[in-house]
């Protein structure tokens, strides 16, 4: 190995293992290590500049074909996706503007009213919420808001929120797997690899359509007596604060519906028009913000600005890795170790994503291995989609094992402890680990009679 190469692995595991103990926050450590990148590997060990451009990528921001060309983002160059970090901005932005109009809140009362309040219909109908929302907003936001008022109709309807809220939390991953805006690791998969919103529906989200229904199955045999004990208990549900009690702002409800709907419409139908999803994603936002009025510096101080710079060091770090050939070489090794077999490469790809998912964040590993499939799919001779639905699925399902594999774990287990229902490892693997292996063999069961 070249000394490149070397301080290109140093920086990249020490960004690992500082991102796993926890201890500074996550943005903090990418950026350090980014700059590390950019000053040790590229100026001291390659003195290469070039490299160090090409890793920024900010002169793709200024061409055509970022914002309009079907397709395009899968030409970009290694480094920063700047095309991810404008449409997840974007994407934050219209889902802070939908939540300061009540939209989440009625729409889960909504539901509630729907199914009379009744436990059971009431566990299944949030499931499903869950994963559907999941397939268009970030599943952070979704757990956040159905884990705050899964506690207060539990209060109200005197049953155990625990069942609900881990069974919500396994369905917004899995939503967040069957479209490329569910989950950042699909975000990054579709605009490095210039796949649209449909090839995901029609591949990974076939994938999850079918393991939701298993899903379902699954959590509801689980918590069965939890869900007759509470179906049991009678409660008056006349007292029940109507749905619409939650909307703050009647036209800017309407408004949110609109962009919302708007937004859902651009991302289908983008592979046909052309317009990337920077472009959406710009758009989006300018539009948000333009109907927030004078509550738009409010609405753009709750933006995570913390992921996005995440997002932008993480990038430059694992250029670093592409840069000096380090990739390849771990390429080389999957290939060496199947020995060509596309079903050996498809096992490996999937099950390392959903091990290493479990326990570190699926965002840095999904990065990472873009370029190792792309580069396995050239020296194999193998079709790239189907590496990268196997490492969709993996990333997506595996870190849903643990409270720490995904945010949205964390985030819903946190709701439920300041709730005073405290969610330990042991309670939370119990359910989710057994339902994540069974997701993981069903994608990768699939992924072989229908790519093999």
């Not at 690899?193 to 076939?206: A, C, P």
């Not at 409010?298 to 997002?311: N, S």
């Not at 409270?403 to 985030?411: F, T």
Request: glycine share 8%.
């Amino acid at each position: 190995m070249t000394v490149a190469q070397i301080l290109a692995v140093i920086i990249f595991v020490a960004m690992f293992l500082l991102i796993v103990l926890d201890k500074i926050e996550r943005q903090y450590v990418t950026l350090l290590c980014a700059l590390l990148t950019l000053i040790l590997v590229f100026g001291v060990a390659m003195h290469s500049w070039d490299a160090a451009a090409e890793t920024l990528n900010l002169r793709s921001i200024f061409t055509l074909e970022f914002w309009y060309a079907a397709g395009a983002e899968g030409d970009s160059s290694s480094g920063i996706n700047w095309a991810t970090i404008i449409f997840i901005a974007g994407m934050m932005i219209m889902v802070e503007g939908m939540a300061s109009v009540g939209f989440f809140r009625w729409l889960c009362m909504r539901l509630a009213k729907l199914v009379h309040y009744k436990p059971i219909p009431l566990f299944i109908a949030f499931m499903i919420m869950s994963a559907f929302l999941a397939m268009f907003i970030d599943s952070i936001t979704v757990i956040l808001f159905l884990a705050v008022v899964t506690v207060e109709l539990a209060k109200l309807l005197k049953f155990d929120p625990v069942p609900m809220i881990l069974s919500e939390i396994f369905c917004a991953n899995l939503g967040g797997s069957a479209t490329m805006c569910g989950d950042p690791p699909n975000i990054i998969i579709g605009t490095s690899l210039g796949y649209s919103f449909t090839d995901f529906v029609t591949n990974t989200g076939l994938i999850a359509g079918i393991s939701l229904i298993l899903v379902v199955a699954y959590f509801f045999f689980m918590f069965r007596k939890d869900l007759k004990k509470a179906e049991s208990a009678g409660v008056d549900t006349s007292s029940m604060p109507d749905p619409k009690e939650a909307i703050t702002h009647k036209g800017g409800f309407a408004v949110s519906c609109v962009i919302f709907g708007c937004a859902v419409i651009l991302l289908v139908t983008h592979a046909q028009t052309g317009l990337t999803v920077a472009f959406i994603g710009a758009v989006i936002a300018v539009v948000t913000m333009l109907a927030s009025g004078k509550h738009t510096i409010e609405l753009l101080k709750k933006v995570d600005y913390k992921t996005l710079l995440f997002f932008i060091g993480l990038f430059v770090v694992v250029g670093g890795l592409e840069q000096t050939g380090i990739l390849e070489i771990i390429a080389g090794l999957i290939g060496e170790i199947s020995g060509g077999n596309l079903k050996v490469m498809i096992a490996i790809i999937i099950w390392i994503s959903a091990i290493a998912s479990a326990f570190v964040d699926n965002i840095p590993f999904a990065a990472t291995m873009i370029p190792v499939i792309k580069s396995l799919a050239v020296t194999a001779g193998v079709d790239l989609s189907t590496l990268a639905w196997a490492l969709s699925m993996g990333t997506d399902i595996g870190g849903s094992a643990t409270p720490i594999g995904a945010s949205a774990n964390v985030v819903g287990t946190s709701v439920a402890a300041k709730s005073g229902y405290a969610i330990g490892w042991g309670k939370y693997c119990k359910t989710a680990a057994p339902a994540t292996i069974i997701v993981v063999t069903v994608s990768m069961l699939i992924i072989f009679i229908r790519y093999c």
